[in-house]
């Protein structure tokens, strides 16, 4: 058994309970503190969930020297500068993706991780499910031949015309909040296309009540051995959607929900022998993730999603915002 976190979380957000909270208690890891802009936020946030004390400012929490871990899950357009200011005080961290605004904050991010010599991880969560690992295995085993194309598909229903997510200023936008999935489902893919993606082409549609601001955006990719991919994602979609489909040319697999698998586990694998089922388990994507992010803290284990992954993720959002028409999204003013 490893030494449990000792963790300081950013802010009061609503996907820290799923996200970090409860992986954190199944195992058994401290929640030291919590700051956020409103201290009785904080306060409330603390009381609700066990986190042993407040810090008074996220400044102060980085400072804290009993935390030793930073969650960050704050709105996009603050993972950048807080990522920046935990890593540069000596903290490993642990955010919610995007690591930062655009590509050059990114590469900022990359460079004080290097610097610092902890540990930073950018939260594709999904990357560790039993889910996306069978996706991974299909290709690997032989079973569905040479990778040929890559669908994947990230939709919600709208959120509040108040929600940050529509929000220029702080990152806002579907690629930033949902398309990031997508693509780097897509990067994942390297291994067995020849190297990572390009995009050749981008389109999107822009939020009516949010200038700038991308409610929905398609890109088709190319990789270097001749696969081909789309990326497709939306903000103001009917309802909850987040395929990952693979097609080789022996067969294809679909994963029915890569993003959130707790919720629908199953891969549908279709060759020339059938289609069969599988359902790959309903623990949490996000316990997966902290316990591969303790193992590299603790043990120096390997982990794929690091800031120079980030970085790379990043790119291919900005050059998806390029394509299509808008621009990558401003650094954060709001700090």
């Known amino acids: 058994m490893s030494a449990p976190l000792r963790i300081g979380i950013l802010g009061a957000a609503r ?23 409103d201290r009785d936020r904080a306060q409330a946030f603390a009381d609700a969930h066990g986190v042993e004390r407040v810090a008074g400012s996220y400044a102060e929490l980085i400072a804290d020297p009993e935390v030793e871990v930073v969650y960050n899950p704050l709105a996009n357009g603050l993972h950048g500068p807080w990522n920046l200011a935990a890593l ?41 499910h039993p889910v996306t690992r069978r996706l991974h295995e299909l290709l690997a085993s032989g079973e569905l031949g040479e990778l ?46 020849g190297g990572a993606p ?57 994963a029915v929900d890569f993003i959130l698998p707790h919720q629908d586990d199953r891969v549908v694998v279709r060759t020339g022998a059938g289609e069969r089922t599988e359902e790959l388990g309903r623990r949490s994507s996000y316990a997966y993730q902290l316990d591969a992010f303790t193992a590299h803290v603790r043990e120096g284990r390997p982990q794929p999603v690091d800031a120079e992954d980030a970085l790379a993720t990043m790119r291919l959002i900005d050059e998806c915002y390029e394509k299509a028409g808008f621009t990558p999204r401003p650094r954060s003013r709001a700090v």
């Open 15 to 37: 996907i820290s309970e799923r996200a970090l909270l409860t992986p954190a208690r199944e195992g058994g890891h401290r929640l030291v503190a919590v700051a956020a802009r």
């Open 88 to 128: 540069r005080a000596g903290k490993h961290v642990l955010s919610e993706k995007p690591s930062a605004s655009n590509a050059q904050e990114a590469a900022e991010v990359r460079d004080a991780a290097a610097k610092s010599g902890t540990v930073f991880m950018e939260g594709f969560h999904y990357l560790f």
């Open 148 to 193: 040929r194309h890559v669908e994947t598909v990230v939709a919600m229903p709208a959120p509040p015309e108040d929600d940050v997510r529509w929000s220029l200023p702080l990152a806002g936008g579907a690629v930033m909040d949902l398309g990031c999935y997508g693509l780097h489902a897509q990067r994942a893919l390297a291994p067995w296309a």
């Open 198 to 254: 390009v995009v050749v082409s981008a389109r999107g549609g822009e939020r009516a009540q949010a200038p700038g601001v991308d409610e929905w955006l398609d890109a088709e990719l190319a990789f270097p051995g001749g696969a081909t991919g789309v990326a497709r994602c939306s903000m103001a979609h009917d309802t909850w959607q987040a395929t990952c489909r693979v097609i080789g040319t022996r067969g294809e697999a679909t």
